[in-house]
């Protein structure tokens, strides 16, 4: 394409914003309306982005002049938005979780296929420099062959309202945070090393008058190589994000940490304003993180869906990946009721 790729934002909270800033930084793009199903959260992602704002999800799908739409809606909306998308044969990228169940993924990944067009799975984690720098070195054989993946995702609690509800959302800290790191040990084995059995544990120790789904949980991964990994999700952890990544092989280790060990510190008695995603305190030592939509991943995934559009290729991250993802999440949840090993089917 030799004009730019012009994206319609669907949604206007959290992760909208972060999908703005990283595109902010991507060549050959133009964000031109957003949609959000409110006026006044419309208007003002709008005005603070400098763009459209529209209510009606139907007719901006309608619109001929949009080369990608970015769903960054809460999970209860991406099946039918997406299967909209699809029946009208457009471009899509989704925020992680794909789905709520492995039956909505399953729905959205077959319309995305049979609709031909482009469908992305932005899961920030595989795209972070660091973790993609981690996977380059296994490739070259830093590591020896990967035997066990630790990954840790958490920090105090959701920032909207709407993920404690875990009826709508399809879960707690297994189903907002596991998707992370479920999808990074995919990433660190490599895709072709599946996931074949889980055991999970999960339970509500700290924001039971929030929430009836869990604010802490562990998932254990068996790979079909015999290797293992493991996942530590919390809703509960004060200081900020916390998120790491831990990769052990034959030959060798790498480790991951992109907040806690972040390269400026700060002693601050009075409020030094934004500190770094879910920080507790903006006061005191600090350890702000510069570039966060760079660190996380969101500049390199906006950058990569933006390419694939104007060159026509499916991303590398599908919604085949988010697809599994969901069944592993869907098998996880089945061993915390079952408290016993679950065998994962695709």
């Known amino acids: 394409m030799s004009k730019p790729v012009r994206i319609c934002m669907l949604g206007s909270g959290f992760v909208a914003d972060f999908y703005m800033q990283g595109l902010a930084n991507v060549n050959g793009h133009e964000v031109v309306i957003n949609y959000s199903r409110t006026l006044d959260r419309a208007r003002s992602f709008a005005e603070r982005w400098g763009i459209s704002e529209y209510t009606d999800h139907q007719a901006v799908i309608a619109r001929e002049d ?45 319309a995305a296929q049979k609709s031909g067009a482009i469908h992305g799975y932005a899961e920030t984690e595989v795209f972070a420099p660091a973790v993609v720098k981690a996977r380059e070195t ?4 830093g590591v020896g062959r990967v035997l066990w993946v630790r990954s840790r995702e958490s920090h105090s609690g959701p920032h909207s309202p709407h993920f404690w509800d875990v ?29 074949t059995e889980v055991m999970a544990w999960g339970a509500n120790l700290v924001h039971r008058d929030k929430t009836r789904g869990e604010d802490n949980a562990l998932l254990l991964l068996q790979m079909e190589s ?84 104007r060159d026509g290729k499916q991303p590398r991250e599908t919604y085949e990946d988010g697809y599994i993802v969901n069944c592993i999440l869907d098998a996880g949840y089945q061993s915390m009721r079952e408290h016993k090993w679950i065998n994962v089917t695709y």
Not at 170 to 185: M, P, Q, S, W
């Open 167 to 195: 009826e709508n959302t399809g879960g707690g800290a297994l189903n907002d945070l596991g998707c992370h790191c479920v999808e990074a040990a995919r990433y660190f084995f490599g895709k072709h090393d599946k996931v």
């Open 226 to 309: 015999g290797g293992v990994a493991h996942c530590e999700l919390s809703w509960t952890t004060k200081g900020g994000l916390d998120l790491r990544n831990e990769i052990h092989g034959s030959e060798g280790s790498i480790f991951t940490d992109v907040t806690r060990n972040t390269p400026i510190a700060t002693f601050s008695t009075k409020s030094s304003g934004y500190v770094i995603e879910k920080a507790d305190i903006d006061f005191g030592w600090t350890r702000p993180l510069p570039e966060e939509a760079f660190a996380y991943g969101y500049q390199a995934e906006m950058r990569h869906f933006v390419e694939c559009v």
């Open 138 to 141: 296994i490739d070259n054989g």
């Open 66 to 110: 949009i080369d990608l739409f970015i769903i960054a809606l809460p999970n209860e909306e991406h099946l039918p938005v997406s299967l909209a998308l699809s029946a009208a044969g457009r471009n899509q990228v989704c925020t992680k979780p794909l789905a709520r169940t492995r039956d909505e993924a399953r729905q959205m990944m077959e």
